[in-house]
């Protein structure tokens, strides 16, 4: 059995798959599992799968007739072997030592789930690192590590980890939403027993202008303010954070709650986006008195003037 399966989602993805694969076959981590779940790709993305498939016997490939990030990434992790899985977008690439380092630490420590981080590359300019980058290793509570997501210590992104395949018989991400990691990786976190955070950027994030994340529209923005009032109705809720700690954890979610509220609200055209936008100003009722955010008492005038 291979030592950790890892999962591709391919929409589209003729030009940028290439890379992306030679950076998991090239992994120093030799016993993987790659998994490409083609969906709905009106290019060539199948066909470049297929051979891909038949260059090495440790790429297997499934085909979606729905093209969904999510439901490609639930239907190859219910397809996965291994006890631990990663997930990998098909236009970003990875260190050569991420899985070895990530799975090592894992293993070697008895973890559920390990983070590291990302950085930001551009065909135009410099990477752009967004975290410490010291190469120190951590094995941290989930409240730990929660807190640092929360935060923004750390990535929202899935691609940047590995976790044990188990959550995924009672978990999945949500399926036809934008942000879905924003939404889900907390959730992995909170259900795991013992997990760790490596400080070094092994996940290439490449920034191109026709992206999902760089096309804006009302559902990205909506999809966006949801994900962050459940995040911060998980906070409010949990029983493993004390009242003090609550509003720490919900100072950075707040915050890019009611900015991505606003936003939603300005973006609404239609009478179900409008009266979809209005039915999240009811969850400002569960940020926590005295936590203090940037702008708030702005914020709030201009929601409600926005939304009545």
Not at 38 to 62: F, P, T
Not at 75 to 102: C, H, K, N, Q, W
Not at 245 to 254: F, G, H, L, P, Y
Request: with cysteine; charged share 30%; aromatic share 12%.
């Amino acid at each position: 059995m291979a030592s950790l399966s890892v999962i591709i989602p391919v929409h589209n993805m003729q030009d940028y798959l290439p890379k992306c694969v030679e950076s998991v076959r090239k992994q120093t981590l030799h016993e993987l599992e790659i998994i490409l779940v083609e969906n709905a790709s009106s290019d060539d993305s199948l066909k470049l799968c297929q051979a891909y498939a038949a260059l090495d016997s440790r790429i297997r490939v499934m085909h979606l007739d729905v093209g969904d990030l999510s439901t490609a990434r639930n239907r190859g992790v219910a397809e996965a072997t291994s006890e631990y899985v990663a997930f990998l977008d098909s236009d970003d690439s990875i260190a050569p030592d991420m899985y070895e380092t990530l799975y090592g630490f894992a293993v070697e420590n008895k973890l559920d789930l390990v983070y590291s981080n990302h950085v930001h590359v551009f065909d135009d300019k410099p990477p752009k690192y967004h975290y410490k980058e010291t190469g120190k290793s951590y094995v941290l509570t989930p409240k730990e590590l929660l807190m640092m997501n929360f935060a923004h210590k750390v990535p929202l992104n899935s691609c940047t980890m590995i976790v044990k395949r188990k959550f995924f018989d009672t978990m999945q991400f949500p399926e036809f939403k934008y942000y879905e990691d924003r939404a889900f990786t907390y959730l992995l976190i909170a259900a795991s027993e013992r997990v760790g955070y490596i400080d070094k950027a092994f996940y290439l994030y490449y920034q191109r202008k026709d992206s999902i994340v760089h096309t804006k529209h009302w559902k990205m923005y909506y999809d966006f303010a949801h994900a962050e009032k459940e995040r911060l109705e998980f906070i409010m809720k949990s029983q493993m954070f004390t009242d003090e700690e609550k509003r720490m954890a919900a100072k950075k979610v707040t915050e890019t709650f009611l900015a991505k509220l606003l936003r939603t609200n300005r973006k609404a055209k239609t009478k179900e986006q409008k009266g979809l936008s209005r039915k999240l100003v009811h969850s400002m009722s569960l940020i926590p008195k005295e936590c203090k955010i940037k702008m708030k008492s702005r914020l709030y005038r201009r929601i409600i003037k926005a939304l009545y």
